[in-house]
Nanobody
Framework: QVQLLESGGGSVQAGGSLRLSCTAS????????MAWFRQAPGKEREGVAA????????YYADSVKGRFTISQDSAKNTVYLQMNSLKPEDTAMYYC?????????????????????WGQGTQVTVSS
């Protein structure tokens, strides 16, 4: 079992920055792949960024590439999402997710169906 706890959401003006944190506990192998997703009202859940904890490889959705950075602090069992140059369209509930590595994850790493463990979410609101 894996438990995930997100924090760091809030309200910010367009152009501002926020850093989200996801602290994980439980089986290490089951969280070798970590990701951030978001879901805005009336929209489908969207994969934002993913990270392989073992080798540090990162992957991003085109919509956030160059603005968001996913990173980890292994000693703290924490994954971060640094969000810069925020836009109103970034407004959403942001979720942390975890999965063990498998070939399906590698092929579809930003699709929510490939993740078994989820946090409760943290709200990000960007005003214009």
């Amino acid at each position: 079992q894996v438990q995930l706890l997100e924090s760091g959401g809030g309200s910010v003006q367009a152009g501002g920055s926020l850093r989200l944190s996801c602290t994980a506990s439980g089986d290490t192998n089951s969280r070798s792949c970590m990701a951030w997703f978001r879901q805005a009202p009336g929209k489908e859940r969207e994969g934002v960024a993913a990270l392989q904890t073992g080798n540090g490889r990162t992957y991003y959705a085109d919509s956030v590439k160059g603005r968001f950075t996913i990173s980890q602090d292994s000693a703290k069992n924490t994954v971060y999402l640094q969000m810069n140059s925020l836009k109103p369209e970034d407004t959403a509930m942001y979720y942390c997710a975890a999965q063990s590595w498998n070939i399906n994850w590698y092929l579809r790493k930003l699709m929510d169906v490939e993740y078994r463990y989820w946090g409760q979410g943290t709200q990000v609101t960007v005003s214009s």
